[in-house]
């Protein structure tokens, strides 16, 4: 599928954000349909990357707090992939897909604000080395200089949680990974 000499990567940094329509509920099970079917035929290199954009929230409950998430757009999953005719064909059969948001049955990519402001990040993004009792400095955002020692490391959501001094105390903070840098 992939063209002669281009990478993964390459391909990767050619791929757009479309917004898919699906049953409303159906969003994480659209998700994971798509993942097995790009899985199963080979389609690596042409659908990298599908999300459910969610947001957490505090939900009170005779007087508990209790973190929660819930969908951003209920009813829509989006896609970062290279549109051919193998890979809209193999997304738009997809048990629960209704179709691609735009005109006819042609999408239309998500322009890179649009992508930023539903809060997806792509996974290509920086990868780090670091493991449990590293010590690293933070780089921006309101620990900006200090120093730390890693407590652990969440390669899925790309949050390390660190050991920050402050006022005299150890505080775990979580940051993410282009706010640290190893020392």
């Keep these: 599928m992939t063209d002669k000499g281009e990478s993964r990567a390459e391909r990767a940094k050619k791929a757009k954000w479309y917004v898919v329509h699906t049953y409303s509920g159906h969003e994480k099970k659209v998700k994971a349909n798509i993942e097995k079917m790009v899985e199963n035929r080979g389609m690596v290199d042409d659908i990298f990357e599908i999300a459910v954009p969610t947001e957490e929230y505090i939900d009170t409950k005779g007087g508990k707090k209790k973190f929660k998430e819930r969908k951003l757009f209920p009813g829509y999953v989006i896609v970062k992939m290279i549109v051919n005719d193998v890979s809209w064909y193999l997304v738009r059969n997809t048990r629960g897909v209704t179709g691609f ?63 920050v001094s402050m006022f005299g105390r150890e505080t775990l903070v979580e940051l993410d990974f282009d706010q640290v840098e190893k020392l």
Excluded: H, R, W
């Design 101 to 163: 948001v735009g005109p006819g049955s042609k999408p239309i990519p998500l322009s890179d604000e649009e992508v930023k402001a539903l809060g997806v990040q792509d996974k290509t993004a920086p990868s780090i080395d670091l493991k449990p009792n590293d010590v690293v400095k933070v780089i921006t955002g309101p620990f900006e200089n200090f120093m730390g020692t890693v407590e652990s490391i969440n390669f899925e959501k790309k949050k390390v949680k660190v050991y």
